[in-house]
Nanobody
Framework: VQLVESGGGLVQAGGSLSVSCAVS????????VGWFRQAPGKEREGISC????????YYADSVKGRFTISRDKAKNMVTLQMNSLKHEDTAVYYC???????????????????WGQGTQVTVSS
C-alpha cells in the first residue's frame, strides 16, 4: 500500500494550486480517497473525498465551491484542484485512503487507515 503525493507549493491569495495522490495496493473501485489538512495550532480537517466506486464526492464547507476533487482510473490517481485560494488554506495537506469506498470517515474527520506523507500548501496574503 502506497500513497504518493505531489503538487502543492506557494501561491498568492486568489491563485490556484493542485495536489495529487497516486494510490497503489488497492483495487481502484474499492476505496475512498480524500484529503485532510492541518495548519499550525489548528485541528486536522477532512476537506474533500471521492469514492472510487461511484464517484460520489464530499467537500467541507470551508472549501466548497473553490476546490474540486477528481479521479483518474487509468493512473490510479486523485487530484484536488484548489482555486480562489485564501491565506487560511495554508496547511499541510495529507492524502488518505479509507475502506470501503464511502466518504463518511473522511467527512466525519475520523482516523483512516492509510496516509500519505503530506505536502505543504502556502498561500501568501
Amino acid at each position: 500500500v502506497q500513497l504518493v503525493e505531489s503538487g502543492g507549493g506557494l501561491v498568492q491569495a486568489g491563485g490556484s494550486l493542485s495536489v495529487s495522490c497516486a494510490v497503489s495496493g488497492f483495487n481502484f473501485d474499492e476505496y475512498a480517497v480524500g484529503w485532510f489538512r492541518q495548519a499550525p495550532g489548528k485541528e486536522r480537517e477532512g476537506i474533500s473525498c471521492i469514492s472510487t466506486s461511484d464517484g460520489s464526492t464530499y467537500y467541507a464547507d470551508s472549501v466548497k465551491g473553490r476546490f474540486t476533487i477528481s479521479r483518474d482510473k487509468a493512473k490510479n490517481m486523485v487530484t484536488l484542484q484548489m482555486n480562489s485560494l485564501k491565506h487560511e488554506d495554508t496547511a499541510v495537506y495529507y492524502c488518505a485512503v479509507d475502506l470501503p469506498a464511502v466518504c463518511s470517515g473522511i467527512a466525519g474527520n475520523h482516523d483512516v487507515p492509510y496516509w500519505g506523507q503530506g505536502t505543504q500548501v502556502t498561500v501568501s496574503s
